[in-house]
T-cell receptor, first 114, second 112 residues
Framework: NAGVTQTPKFRVLKTGQSMTLLCAQD?????MYWYRQDPGMGLRLIHYSVGEGTTAKGEVPDGYNVSRLKKQNFLLGLESAAPSQTSVYFCASSYRYRVTYEQYFGPGTRLTVT | GQQLNQSPQSMFIQEGEDVSMNCTSS?????WLWYKQEPGEGPVLLIALYKAGELTSNGRLTAQFGITRKDSFLNISASIPSDVGIYFCAGQLMNRDDKIIFGKGTRLHILP
């Protein structure tokens, strides 16, 4: 089991460029999440999905879009990158039911927007 | 929005000392989770708590689900250098089974 994987690990963008971050999980989890982590801010939820074909906004959704076409994949898109989106992005996944609300995290993508 | 207040923000302790940290909120939680994050890695789950008053251990780590359901505590006994990292609490709010919210973390430093 690879768990949760993220690609790429690092990326540098220029303001206005677009990119897609890919998250994949092999644990058959229903729920998937995208967070950003900034110094002193903890983990802030961007978007999440409770199942294939569904997405919902989190705490800081502006400037991001997501898609969940397959259960195992969750994509995070930046259409027009801004310096304020420089951050470390983490994907996580979890089962739906009380079996666990425990989220399992990927290793992160470090994004710099210049 | 809902908030978790995690304290302290950072700690400097001597190797071998015990550590205590906590999370509090004005909201009621059904689940409390404690994570550890090491540099360059994603958070890793340490302990999950599902019942008010529950006390759960994982090696030298012990966490408790507060009786009021509004707080949780994490203790680390006899700290060692590999305990260095950021510890996050996270809670699942009552009536919200789709997501959890995170505290801002406690950064643990261990002095030799």
């Amino acid at each position: 089991n690879a768990g949760v994987t993220q690609t790429p690990k690092f990326r540098v963008l220029k303001t206005g460029q677009s990119m897609t971050l890919l998250c994949a999980q092999d644990m058959n989890h229903e729920y998937m999440y995208w967070y950003r982590q900034d110094p002193g801010m903890g983990l802030r939820l961007i978007h999440y999905s409770v199942g294939e074909g569904t997405t919902a906004k989190g705490e800081v959704p502006d400037g991001y879009n997501v898609s969940r076409l397959k259960k195992q994949n969750f994509l995070l898109g930046l259409e027009s990158a801004a310096p304020s989106q420089t951050s470390v992005y983490f994907c996580a996944s979890s089962y739906r039911y009380r079996v666990t609300y425990e989220q399992y995290f990927g290793p992160g993508t470090r994004l710099t927007v210049t | 929005g809902q908030q978790l207040n995690q304290s302290p923000q950072s700690m400097f302790i001597q190797e071998g000392e015990d550590v205590s940290m906590n999370c509090t909120s004005s909201s009621i939680f059904n689940t409390w989770l404690w994570y550890k994050q090491e540099p360059g890695e994603g958070p890793v789950l340490l302990i999950a708590l599902y019942k008010a008053g529950e006390l759960t251990s994982n090696g030298r780590l012990t966490a408790q689900f507060g009786i009021t359901r509004k707080d949780s505590f994490l203790n680390i006994s006899a700290s060692i250098p590999s305990d260095v990292g950021i510890y996050f609490c996270a809670g699942q709010l009552m009536n919200r089974d789709d997501k959890i919210i995170f505290g801002k973390g406690t950064r643990l430093h261990i002095l030799p």
